[in-house]
């Protein structure tokens, strides 16, 4: 506040604002009077108070009535309310409509100027608060986040107050949440937004390649290693490095890890130089790390190293109100890499999109659209894991027996994916487009698996 705060007292006794006055303005405090409720009100309308310290009984309008019009007209002014102490049950139920605070005659003069700098004090804070949500909404990058439920709108909230620093960050969640896309959102509107973002999948990469693709290897450190290669830590200087899957890291190479965290410096396989690094690290899992670490398959120092600050990314069936606009999104995106005219959806597909439990999250409702001709609920069932009537009901005939919904065409895919790998319930779930863990998921969910 650049200039004194002006504060409102309101009391039907002059002698009593006459005192208030006196003692606000030697603590330095602008000070304006109302002898009544109603007069409050219009005061409020016309003058933006920083605080009204007004007093609960009142001949024509009391202080409760008042309190109302006033929050109706400024819901952010602090109120304080005056009351004797056999009216104090009244002023609880003021606290319960929105006053900040009451306080009882006679008064304690030291009280009321502590509550009074307080109450400013918790106002000037959720202003500046507010400006600096409006200002980092303003220069926010989204990346290709979709979402306006209240859970993302906190997650991204999140996201751009730990972005600027240089914290490192555990991203968790279930597979197929998008945790890669917040990862970048972190890069995006951090101070490193214009260095590399270097992302690696540690379940993806053998313990041995993962140490050269990490640190980088000299020549003849392994044999096929012809040449010096320069590790993903160095490439990412100045950057970030994404570390997806990290529980899947063995307990050797979380060693080796934990030591680049805490030296800032990375040696080459086969090597003896001490490489000095600057990047910032954001790791991601699907595992909860602290169940991993009590089972003794994580690191318990690794585990507070990496979980600086933690971001857990909702799965899909706790943001519903963001499927439409996913599935909206993917449809233009696929729509317009295959060439095709399409409207959107009827509204049965998409009631029974956003009804569905989508175990896959995100990634499996895109993969949803993405095999769908999107012209109707019983096309876009049928075509999305290229199926046809007969393979969901079984009948010879070709006639439908069961419902088309999600839940019957995905049962039938996962069966008939599952026959044409043989069983291999990894190459089964790659084609699906899900982690072997969901298809297990999915399988006791169909009574398909003990």
Not at 129 to 145: G, P, S, T, V, Y
Not at 331 to 346: H, M
Request: with cysteine.
């Amino acid at each position: 506040m650049t200039q004194k705060p002006i504060i409102l007292v309101v009391d039907d006794d002059s002698a009593h604002r006459t005192m208030l006055r006196t003692l606000l303005s030697g603590w330095g405090y602008r000070v304006e009077e109302a002898d009544d409720g109603a007069t409050a009100i219009a005061a409020v309308e016309q003058t933006p108070f920083d605080l009204v310290l007004m007093d609960i009984r009142m001949v024509t309008v009391s202080g409760i009535e008042a309190l109302d019009g006033i929050k109706e007209r400024n819901p952010a002014i602090p109120v304080v309310m005056m009351t004797a102490y056999s009216s104090v049950e009244t002023a609880v139920d003021a606290l319960k409509k929105g006053a900040y605070d009451y306080l009882t005659k006679p008064f304690d003069f030291e009280k009321l100027k502590v509550t009074i700098a307080r109450a400013l004090e918790h106002i000037q804070l959720k202003e500046e608060n507010r400006r600096l949500r409006e200002d980092l909404a303003r220069h926010f990058d989204r990346k290709q986040i979709i979402g306006r439920s209240p859970v993302m709108l906190r997650l991204l909230d999140t996201v751009a107050q730990v972005a600027p620093s240089e914290a490192t960050v555990l991203l968790t969640g279930e597979s197929g949440t998008g945790k890669e896309l917040i990862a970048e959102a972190v890069h995006a509107n951090s101070k490193r937004k214009k260095g590399p973002f270097i992302k690696i999948n540690c379940a993806a990469i053998t313990e041995t390649l993962l140490e050269s693709e990490l640190f980088g290897h000299e020549k003849g450190a392994f044999t096929g290693a012809d040449r010096r290669k320069e590790g993903r830590f160095q490439q990412a200087g100045g950057g970030s490095m994404f570390l997806d899957e990290v529980s899947e890291m063995s307990l050797g190479m979380q060693v080796k890890l934990l030591r680049v965290i805490q030296e800032r410096e990375v040696t080459r396989v086969g090597g003896g130089d001490i490489l000095p690094i600057d990047v910032r690290i954001i790791a991601a899992t699907n595992q909860q790390l602290r169940d991993l670490v009590q089972d003794g398959r994580f690191r318990e120092d690794l585990y507070y190293r990496l979980n600086v600050v933690n971001i857990e990314v909702p799965p899909l069936r706790l943001r519903r109100e963001d499927i439409p606009l996913l599935a909206q999104s993917f449809l233009e995106r696929f729509a317009g890499q295959n060439e095709k005219q399409v409207d959107g959806f009827t509204p049965h597909a998409m009631e029974e999109l956003i009804r569905y439990e989508w175990p896959g999250n995100v990634r499996e409702l895109m993969n949803v659209v993405e095999r769908g001709d999107y012209l109707d609920f019983e096309s876009l069932l049928l075509t999305a894991q290229g199926l046809e009537p007969a393979a969901i009901s079984g009948n010879s005939t070709g006639a439908v027996e069961e419902e088309p919904t999600l839940d019957n065409v995905e049962r039938a895919t996962i069966l008939k994916t599952l026959e044409a790998t043989g069983g291999n319930k990894s190459e089964a779930a790659r084609r699906l487009g899900i982690t072997r863990k969901t298809l297990n998921n999915k399988l006791r969910k169909y009574g398909l698996m003990p």
